[in-house]
């Protein structure tokens, strides 16, 4: 099964940017849908976002909707996320998973088990 890592966290100012990279190893990224998911501390993990496998299709969260992109570089087996206009309540640690129904994203319980999952990355907004 295809392993992923995410990457690219960090410190950032409202209003700033930061992209993430979930990239894969011991798999073809491209067969797989990609998910994005954050968690911050209190709250259940929540998906934000969705890349299918076979023909690319993006799915959003309303959260980061036109805040948020997600896309994905086949050749270099890694999905990104680019996070814009950064705001005080995106802050959580970022998780990509792999192989799950892109059309369930919005619902953990779907993507829990049985998917490939990163150890996530942690995104801070700060002044």
């Known amino acids: 099964q295809v392993q992923v890592v995410e990457s690219g966290g960090g410190l950032v100012q409202p209003g700033g940017s930061l992209r993430l990279s979930c990239a894969a190893s011991?798999?073809?990224?491209?067969?797989?849908?990609i998910g994005w998911f954050r968690q911050a501390p209190g709250k259940e993990r929540e998906g934000i976002s969705c890349?299918?496998?076979?023909?690319?299709?993006?799915y959003y969260a309303d959260s980061v909707k036109g805040r948020f992109t997600i896309s994905r570089d086949n050749a270099k087996n890694t999905v990104y996320l680019q996070m814009n206009s950064l705001k005080p309540e995106d802050p959580a640690v970022y998780y990509c998973?792999?192989?799950?129904?892109?059309?369930?994203?919005?619902?953990?319980?779907?993507?829990?088990?049985?998917?490939?999952w990163g150890r996530g990355t942690q995104v801070t907004v700060s002044s």
């Open positions: 011991g798999g073809t990224l491209d067969n797989y849908a």
């Open positions: 890349v299918r496998g076979n023909d690319g299709m993006t």
């Open positions: 998973a792999a192989g799950g129904p892109c059309g369930w994203y919005s619902d953990y319980d779907v993507w829990a088990n049985g998917r490939s």
